[in-house]
Structures are given as C-alpha cells and as structure tokens.
C-alpha cells in the first residue's frame, strides 16, 4: 500500500498568504492530508483557513510546539512540516516516487520566490550549505517518517533553531533523502527588512547558536525587537 503524507502548517496572522498557500497545495497534491496548527491568530488566518484544511487546531504559540501538536493529530506514515508562506515543488507523482523509496528523512532544495541576481546566490548559498552539513532550515519542506519522529521525539520546544536542532538529531539516525524539486519560499521578509540586513541576521544567528546561544537570548533579535 502507498505511504499517506500529512502536510503539518503552523501558522500566526496568515491570512493574507494561507488560502493561497492551501489551495495551491491541493491542487498539486489533491491526496494529502492538510493540518493547519493555529498559534492564537488575531487576523483572519483561521477564517481563511478552515474551509481548505482538513483538520484545523488552535494551540499556544511557537513553531515547534505547533508543528508537535500537528504531529500528533496527523494520520499519514509521513509527516511534511510546510511554512505558511511557502509551495512544495513536488506534484502527486513525485510525492509518490519519492516516498516510494521509504525515506527516513529528508528536504528540498529552496528556491527564493524574489527575482534577480540576489536571490539566485543566496538560494545557491543556502542549497549548498544544507547539502554539506545535511541541515535545513524550515522553508525547505522538511519531512520525517512517522516512525522516526516518534522515535526521536519530535521538535524540541525551543523559540528559534528548532528546525536546525531537528536536522541535526535526525541526521544521528539516519542521512537524509534530498528533494531536486526546489519548495519555493517567499522573500517578503527579506524584501521588507532589506537583504543585505536579513543575510547577515541569519548567518550571525546561527553562528551564535552553534558557539552555544540559548535559542530564548536569540529570538528577540529575530523579531526585530
């Protein structure tokens, strides 16, 4: 029999991108099954929601404690973690192929949605550097089997980097299965905050959590607070 996927998608104030996300994401892969997880939305993301999901939950804030929450509602033999403002590359038959080979774990490259040179050599960057330390970030569709999540437990409940913590437990116990179909993330937080400026937050974040940063100390820089 088939593997059935669940696409997990945590979400606070979306409304403006989670219809479209949700429907393009039923007309690629019109079998899947879709969790949206709701970290208290004061806009209309649950209303925008609700009609184009087939389960829709309301938690407590935070990525990680919402995509666990998803997780643990979510029927499919593997679990796809999918940003709100994010499309999967992959169509019906490539999702078939690809879980066809009962991957452990694994990722797509990322495309930036943003036009011009900039763009390709960051995505370059980024594409180049997960292929080398089998690490993604989370607008790279990261997906793990149902078995191996809940043998390892699932994300850690951490305000930043849980993605990257994931990767790096995850590729203990096993190498990951990396997705050529590019998921395609949207660049307006780049564009609103500047590149030049994200560029250099992302790579100082993730040099201070790898010199041993506590995730808590780093979010207020992520937010810009």
């Known amino acids: 029999m088939a593997a059935r996927a669940s696409f997990v998608i945590p979400v606070l104030?979306?409304?403006?991108?989670?219809?479209?996300?949700?429907?393009e994401l039923r007309r690629r892969l019109p079998a899947v099954e879709i969790v949206v997880v709701d970290?208290?939305?004061?806009?209309?993301?649950?209303?925008?929601?609700?009609?184009?999901?087939?389960?829709?939950?309301?938690?407590?804030?935070g990525?990680?404690?919402?995509?666990?929450?998803?997780?643990?509602?979510?029927?499919?033999d593997y679990l796809f973690f999918l940003h709100a403002d994010?499309?999967?590359?992959?169509?019906?038959?490539?999702?078939?192929?690809?879980?066809?080979?009962?991957?452990?774990?694994?990722?797509?490259?990322?495309r930036l949605s943003g036009s011009g040179l900039r763009f390709r050599v960051i995505e370059w960057f980024m594409n180049r550097r997960s292929r080398l330390t089998r690490v993604a970030?989370?607008?790279?569709?990261?997906?793990?089997?149902?078995?191996?999540?809940?043998?390892?437990?699932?994300f850690e409940a951490i305000p930043l980097?849980?993605?990257?913590?994931?990767?790096?437990?995850?590729?203990?116990?096993?190498?990951?299965?990396l997705v050529t179909q590019p998921a395609t993330t949207s660049t307006r937080r780049w564009e609103a905050r500047g590149t030049v400026r994200t560029v250099l937050l992302m790579w100082g974040l993730r040099l201070a959590y790898a010199?041993?940063?506590?995730?808590?100390?780093?979010e207020p820089y992520y937010r810009g607070r």
């Open 13 to 23: 104030n979306e409304g403006e991108v989670i219809a479209d996300t949700l429907r």
């Open 39 to 61: 970290g208290g939305s004061s806009d209309a993301t649950v209303q925008e929601a609700l009609p184009l999901c087939d389960q829709l939950l309301i938690g407590a804030p």
């Open 63 to 76: 990525r990680a404690v919402q995509m666990n929450l998803g997780g643990s509602v979510a029927l499919g």
């Open 86 to 110: 994010t499309r999967p590359g992959l169509d019906a038959a490539g999702l078939e192929a690809l879980l066809a080979d009962r991957p452990a774990w694994g990722f797509c490259r990322v």
């Open 137 to 154: 970030t989370g607008d790279q569709l990261l997906f793990v089997s149902r078995e191996l999540y809940g043998a390892t437990g699932g």
């Open 161 to 177: 980097m849980e993605d990257v913590a994931y990767c790096k437990r995850l590729r203990r116990a096993a190498p990951p299965t």
């Open 211 to 218: 010199l041993g940063v506590p995730p808590r100390r780093l």
